[in-house]
């Protein structure tokens, strides 16, 4: 798949609706949430070389809402992800989820993982953490969103990419990160892995990983909490024992509610404890 170039970007990204051809059939678990009562849907966030698309979800009544970025899995900001935006709206925050893989390519559109891969690896962190900056900016200036009450959450690549945000965005209060993956290859596109920022992490980050999860090994979860010791963040990892990678995604096989359903009341706790609310 070509990359996509800057110029065309900017003037074609749009945001999908439905769910990712790759995650396709949809599981009957799947949850969905309405938007009664909320401001919901597509926004372009202005960044450094133009505007990315995103998802947007908030209260229609109110202002000063706290915020949360919520971050991807590698299949895109696709239905699921938009309803727990909504989740998030309907609990009082403006939930801003934007598509950070537009630039190398729509995975939307793409049937298999295999094909999805190849693009996001062509996704820079710098990228990335700039587009996030880009989008707390404008969640506090067209979103009635509270700069004072940032909180971040991400599933899978965007579990990941919460440990890597908090520790580049000080203003970040709180943070939940979903088996995101903690160690990898350092390059040039990703010089840093979560291990390699958790002793000197200040933003306390609740990781909420599998037991059977078999891209998590759990001695790379365990190498996380040793390092997160020497740290001041008071971050914690939770490990469910018997639950599998994307636990949380009510649309995929791997869902389990117990789990899921247990992730969310401490997602909701954590942010409260620590001013995301």
Known sequence: ??????????????????FALAVQPISAQVITTDDNGLVAGAVKIPVKDGEIPAYRAMPAKGSNFPIVLVIQEIFG?????????????KLGYVAI????????GDVLKLSSID??????????DAQVLSDLDSTVNWGVKSAKGNADKLGITGFCWGGRITWLYAAHNPKVKAGVAWYGRLVGDKTELTPKH??????????????LY??????????TVQQMRDRLKSSSSKSEI?????????????YRP????????????????????????
């Not at 989820?97 to 190398?104: D, G, H, I, S, T």
């Not at 490990?239 to 599998?244: C, G, N």
């Open 238 to 250: 939770i490990v469910y024992p018997d639950a599998p990678h994307a636990f949380f995604a009510d």
């Open 210 to 219: 599998g037991g059977k999860d078999t891209g998590i090994p759990l001695d």
């Open 254 to 277: 791997s869902y389990r509610e117990t789990e899921a359903k247990d992730g969310w009341q401490r997602l909701q706790a954590w942010f409260k404890q620590y001013g995301v609310s």
């Open 194 to 207: 979560p291990v390699d920022i958790a002793s000197t992490l200040k933003v306390p980050i609740l990781g």
């Open 97 to 104: 989820a934007p598509e950070l893989f537009v630039r190398q």
């Open 115 to 124: 094909e999805i891969r190849p693009v996001v690896a062509k996704v820079p």
């Open 77 to 89: 900001v696709h239905e699921h992800i938009q309803d727990v935006c909504r989740r998030f709206a």
């Open 1 to 18: 798949m070509k990359e996509i170039t800057r110029r065309k970007f900017i003037a074609t990204a749009t945001l999908a609706t439905g």
